[in-house]
């Protein structure tokens, strides 16, 4: 959690979040999520509730931290995965491999408000370090969508090649460093010029990338998510 009190493990293949006590691993208790493939998620601003994908359900879960309750859910299609809260704290958004772009989540109403196509398997979000942009990986595609977050519009794309996955923003913006899942290969990329410059030959299917240090104290359980 963003206080940095509890840590919530996502039991993917049981279909529920543990709640555990970060010191001991003790369990506290769980969430029972009512769809397959509980993956990503990422909280409120006050920390209050979190939004988690259900990938192979296509739906969006709300789930109250205090009380461990579901209190909410989206049906998006598709196969939804990362999770992004917005920098001004108003609206999630949700990378969906199955429909190839961005589904914009009204957290309060629990509304799909919009959707941005981005590119084939659309998968990993991360946020500019001036908060402006938001970065989408379509792994499929070989490619990375800019969007503004101001107007809500995808305002380029670079095609660097390769399957982009997720990633990770330097603590500068200057850099965005991501895992090519299919193609053994990590990407470095001019996030100014959007040029690739630089490829990293890995193993097998790299999926999560951490890159550190970064501004927040808490990695928040999956890459990019700080507090």
Not at 86 to 102: C, E, I, M, T, W
Not at 134 to 146: E, K
Request: net charge positive; aromatic share 8%; hydrophobic share 35%.
């Amino acid at each position: 959690t963003p206080d940095g009190s509890t840590a919530i493990v996502v039991a993917e293949r049981y279909n529920r979040l543990d709640f555990r006590d970060p010191a001991t691993w003790a369990l506290r208790g769980s969430v029972a999520i009512p769809h397959s493939g509980a993956d990503h998620l990422d909280f409120s601003a006050d920390g209050r509730y979190l939004l988690v994908s259900c990938e192979y359900a296509g739906w969006i879960v709300k789930v109250d931290v205090p009380t461990r309750r579901v209190t909410g859910q989206v049906h998006v299609g598709g196969l939804p995965v990362d999770v992004k809260l917005s920098p001004d704290g108003k609206l999630f958004y949700v990378a969906n491999q199955g429909r190839h772009g961005v589904s914009i989540i009204d957290p309060l109403a629990m509304k799909e408000t919009g959707f941005l196509p981005t590119g084939r398997g659309a998968h990993g979000l991360y946020v500019s370090r001036d908060t402006r942009l938001l970065y989408a990986t379509n792994r499929l595609g070989g490619s990375i969508s800019v969007i503004d977050l101001a107007t809500r519009e995808v305002v380029r794309t670079w095609k660097i090649g390769g399957s982009p996955d997720m990633g990770g923003i330097s603590p500068d913006g200057a850099q965005f460093w991501v895992s090519g899942r299919y193609n053994h290969e990590v990407y470095v990329v001019d996030t100014r010029s959007g040029r690739l410059v630089r490829t990293i030959r890995v193993g097998a299917q790299p999926h999560g990338l951490a890159l550190f240090p970064q501004p927040g104290r808490y990695s928040l359980g999956h890459t990019g998510v700080y507090r």
